[in-house]
Structure formats: C-alpha cells, structure tokens
DNA sequence: GTGAAAGCGCTAACAG
DNA sequence: CTGTTAGCGCTTTCAC
C-alpha cells in the first residue's frame, strides 16, 4: 500500500515549504501568483487533497453534523417512513450548500453514549424526534455541542428546536371534519407520552376544535395503541377501533401511512370511504395525492424542515447572533384536501 | 473554549505515561490489572474519549464508509422515493455492527470530484444506482478505495456490485400477465440508457416471457418517456401512451411509485384496474399492500440489499479471502400478488 | 510492565 | 513573499 501524499511531497515537488504550500490551498497569507501557480500545478499532478484528520487535529471543526434518527439501527431498524427520508434529503441539501458533511446514526433503545461526537470531532447534531422520555435523550442533552432537536418538545427554551406547529395542524384536521358535519370522530395515533411530544400536541389541536364545534371527545373514541407509526399499525388499530366502536363517522390519525393502512382496512371490509367514514392522515407525503381514494392530509413540507434544521445548526456553529435570537423554528402545516373526506351522510344525519 | 481533554490529561492524572493510557485503551501491550484500573477510572471522570482525527493520522482507517446516492443534494433533490431509505437502513445497520459510521453524500450531475473520499480518509464507497453513463461514474471507478457497486449493472468484473436478478424480475412480471391470458401488455419506464441498467434488464426479461407466450413486444407499446420515478411521472405516462394506444389490458411499470400514479390515473378516469387494464408494479415498498387495490408487484429486498452490500464492502475492507471470490452479489426478486392483476377480461377475449 | 521519543499531515506563529 | 518550527492527540517502536 503506498504512502499517502502529503503536503510534504507537494513541496518538495514545487521546490517551496511546506508552509507555502498550507498557504496555498488555504489561499491565506502572501504567496505570489507564480508560486500559487506552481504549487497548484503539483497538488493536480500528484492528485493531493489535504487530510480532514491532519487538519481537525489543529483546528477543532471536522466540518461534519450526526444526524441521530430513533430507531434505524441495529435492534430497532427504522419504519419505513418516507418521512425521514425527506427530512434527510434536506439537512443533506443544507449541508452541501455549507461544504458540510453528513453522518447518519441510529439510536436505539439501548443505552447509547454518543462518543462518536467527541470522537470524531462532528461540529453538530440534528436529533429528529426523541421526546424527553427516550432513554438516550439525557445524554443527548448533557452534549457539550450544537445541536438541534426536530419534533422533540422540549422544555428548555436555551434548546435549538424545529418543529411544525403542531396543534394547528391537528386542529385543522379535527375543524374541517366538524365543518363536514362529523360529530363521532375517532382519533387513532401512537401513545401520547406524558402529555407532551408531536402526537400529543397533534391531540391538543383536535380537542380545541371539537370543543369549538361543542362536541366532546369521548375517550373511547381515543385509540392509542397503534404500535408503530406504519400503514400495518394503521390497519389493525382500526380494526381493533371497530370492535368496541361503531358509530363513528370520521377518523384522525397522525401519519399519511398509518390513514393508508385506515383506508385499507376500511374499503376491504365494504366500509366506503369518504361515504361511509371520512379519514385525514397526517405529513402530506408524496403518495398522498396517488392513493385511492387520495388523501385529506394535514401537509407539511418536511425537507424544509430539515433544511431548517441544518440552518439552525449552522448559525449556531458560526456563532451566528441570529441564533441567539433564533432559537426555535416552528413551521406552519396546511390542510390538503382529498377525497378521503367527505360531508357526514344524510342517512347518518337522519339518525342523530 | 475550554480544551479537549486529551489523552495526556488522562497520563497525569493517573500518574502513567500517554503510551500507557494508550495502551489500556486499545487492550495492547503488556499492562497490570491495577494500572489498567487506575486508567480506566481517571478516563470515565475526565469523560474522555479518543480523538479519532489523531489516531486516522497513523492509522489509514477512518472507520468510515461514504454512501453515494445520485441526485439527493442541491440540484436534483432525491425523488422521494422510499428505495433510498430502505437500501440506507440496511447499510447503517450493517455499519453499525461492525463499528462503522456511514456518511450519506449526493452526487449531483455535475463535476464531481469525490475529493473527501481521500480528505476524510474514508474506508470505502457505496455507490448508489449509477449507470456507466453517469457523468461521476467516471470518477468513481477511478477512485483508489473499496467500493461497492449498487443496481449498477458496471462490466468490469473486478467490480463489487449488489444487483437484483432484474431480468427474473422482468419476467416474472410479465409471465404473470401472459398467465392471466393478456396479449396487449403495455411498458412504462424511464429512459433505458444504452442497453444495460436496471431498467433495461427487467424489459429483456420482459421481453423473454412475452416471446415463450408468442407475443412480440410492440415499439408502441413501450413507453419509455417517464422522466422521473415517481408516482407523478406513472399519472402523466400513462396519459399520453393511452393517447395513443387503445387495447392494452395490462402495464406493466418497474416501480411501485410509478404503479401507484398509474392506477391512479386510470381508476380516475373510470378505468377499473383490474377488470379493464391489469398493473403490474416492482419493488414490493412498503405500501404496495395497501393501496387500493393493492399492488401486484415484483419484490426485492431492499434492506438486505443495504446490508449485502455493506457486508460486501467490508469484506473488501478486511481483505478477506472470502472478498475475491464473491464480487458479485445477485439478489433475487419475488413476485408478490396483489388486487392489481386478473385474468383477462371476457369481453376482450371475444374481440381478439 | 512502563516510559521516552519519534513521527502521522497539517496549521499558525514568527523569522528572515 | 517564503521558510522554520512548534505543536495538535495519538500510536508505536524500543529502552529500561
């Protein structure tokens, strides 16, 4: 295995220092355009690139940001949700655009130290989604880096956060129902925490405007054990919904993939939607518009977020005052309509 | 700022020299169990953990793969496709059992130089979907680091490459067809390239089960102008290949995403999928179950992909035996039925 | 068992 | 303008 090329080579090619050459690929200090020429001519013939590592070990930045995804890895691979997959095409844009790296990790649910950041010297974190109660959150907060947390609902308000605002979207979703006529309306999500996190707020939204339209959410029409956030989760929890439920005419829930798996079971087992049930979902991801029928959705625009996120991050790294002021980013969803909602049918309506 | 805590920190601190610290660090040489202790203690209170900069410094490894995926970053922002996420858990996971980091780059159609592969000391490239038309592809095969190859379909056989069997894929989409009794099979795809790519095997193989059914795959028929994968680009292709052709009872597309647009075109333009036109999508995402109707579609693997390739690319790394002989990792397809193929209609049986 | 010392490739003073 | 030199944090002989 040959020697790696050093800016020792390059000088010693160029017949110049080694400092020269350091100036010249960083363009600082005073070096004549003759001598730029020239040393330049050598680093292309020898195909040399300075070494991150050598760099790093003097200046602290490795121009790399984790980005730290729950569940991705190891014991808890991801669910398949488009969503972060959008939300990463974002913070890799943002980063590019910064000549910024990107390194992906997974955090499971296992104890986890996050060394790596030290290790590697990484100039930032974008944490997407853990609430206060996931086990590696305490050592996540207690890092002595930038960071920024997306969906996370923290408390602390010195914390670098992204988020969408959440109970407006869950508001939208519940008043355009109510708006339809709906008044049993079901909400199937993942369980909410501690009264706080995405889902949770999402609830919060909901409960205001069916309070507004003077309805009151009946707890059982609150299902909170869909598993995961997947369209499987979204099929068996209707299900499950419908054995000790069966006057509802609408349904809520919290994810674009979790409403496929509603509509599916739905449809298969002759219960027309939007006649029959109306169903909202929740991201506005890509398919949202393509399934049938398409989807009413609270959208987001999810790799905004994420370049949000990176900006975040990247003042902050640069010391940026904007960032001192700029701790929080909450973006504002939108209600998609589809065909997947409809008015609450007159023969419903007849029975109230 | 205050300054990184460093592995002579640690030698004072415990009363040892660094080499000893870096010794009970690696588990080398010869130290006592008391020592080893001592150490060990003086580094959990400091919080210390090795600089990986300094160590990449002497070492060559960085313990770092890349992963290039085409198109993710500014300009071509990735297609929202759920592929690349799948693909990219499976070579995390894989990274992350070995103790490896993955970093997750885009490479846009313009010059690329992959300059960080060396300034980042990076230990190996996954490669991502390029065909050798790629304008990067050129760079990319004249790096001087372990590589692997994904859906890339490259001739060198010296190259590490994870393919899907795409051809058995083909054909198992359109033997299903030719099955069901359809003749007018219609085939929607991106631009084939120059005879090989993923896109282009899966028609040969198309075209193979057509020939053993005696039908002869009409130039009209395939349709080869959808401009992206995306659900978007199956809605608008169909459109204009229904412009032109009238008596097609199948189509056949090679992705989920297309399929998804497709059938929503033709049930929303009061086209039945299945009893009039049969859809036959590939891949298998995770949503191809639960669309209505839910999808007839060649599946794959993808996150084994992921890992094989991960695998693969260690096993390069390692320089293990076991490297050489298998430089090609060929995964095969599956075909899935879904509510998006039947038989062919009656009606149009009798007009044939 | 343990330590001293020489670098790895680069940057940043400081001289010349 | 250009070169010398001292580290950055760590690994690695090679002595003791």
Redesign the pocket.
Known sequence: MK?????????EKA?????????V??G?????????DRVNKVIKELG????????N???ISSQMIGVVVPGLGHKGRLHANPFYWDLVSGIEEGARDREFHVMLTSVSEEEETFSFVKERHLDGLIVVGGDEEMKAMDQLLNLDVPRVFVDSYLADPNLYQVLLDDQAGGYMAARHLTELGHKRIALITETMGDHEGVNYNRYLGCQKALEEAGISLDEELIFTKAVTTSAKAGYEAVRELLKSVDDITAIITFSDIKAMGIIKYLTSHNIKVPNDISVVGFDGLFFSEYTTPSLTTVYQDTVRKGQEAMELLLDQIDGKKAATERRKVVLSPELRLGDSTAPIAPTILRNL
């Open positions: 020697h790696r090329i050093s800016i020792t080579h390059v000088a017949n110049v220092s080694i400092a020269t050459v350091s100036n690929i960083n600082k200090g005073r070096v004549s355009k003759k001598t730029v040399f690139s300075p070494s991150m590592a050598a760099r070990l003097k200046a």
